[in-house]
């Protein structure tokens, strides 16, 4: 199935990348290619993530890169990358408007 990172997804990746390049160019690199090729594993077993926990929906799922979650939400023709946000952040009630 195709996975289409949304602008959101995209700019939360340019943001952990630029945080962590502050102190390594080089493990920013990495961390953000470990959670990029995380997408192969959705775009082949889309079901593979967990229901994320704030919406219990069948169709907002995520699966974990440590220290990140990477929340996607499956669609009929494709998967939608919604975020990308460090573990110990809170999802708002808010967070899916637009989606």
């Known amino acids: 199935m195709k996975v289409k990172w949304t602008e959101n997804a995209i700019e939360n990746l340019t943001g952990i990348y630029e945080y962590i390049a502050i102190n390594s160019k080089?493990?920013?690199?990495?961390?953000?290619?470990?959670?990029?090729?995380?997408?192969?594993?959705?775009?082949?077993?889309?079901?593979?993530?967990?229901k994320v926990p704030?919406?219990?929906?069948?169709?907002?799922?995520?699966?974990?890169?440590?220290?990140?979650?990477?929340?996607?939400?499956i669609k009929q023709d494709q998967i939608d990358v919604l975020a990308v946000i460090h573990g110990?952040?809170?999802?708002?009630?808010?967070?899916?408007?637009?989606?």
């Open 88 to 99: 110990a952040r809170m999802l708002t009630d808010d967070f899916l408007e637009g989606y």
């Open 26 to 50: 080089t493990y920013a690199k990495r961390t953000v290619d470990r959670i990029t090729r995380r997408s192969e594993q959705i775009a082949d077993h889309p079901c593979s993530g967990r």
């Open 54 to 73: 704030e919406y219990n929906a069948e169709d907002i799922r995520e699966i974990i890169e440590k220290p990140y979650r990477l929340i996607y939400r």
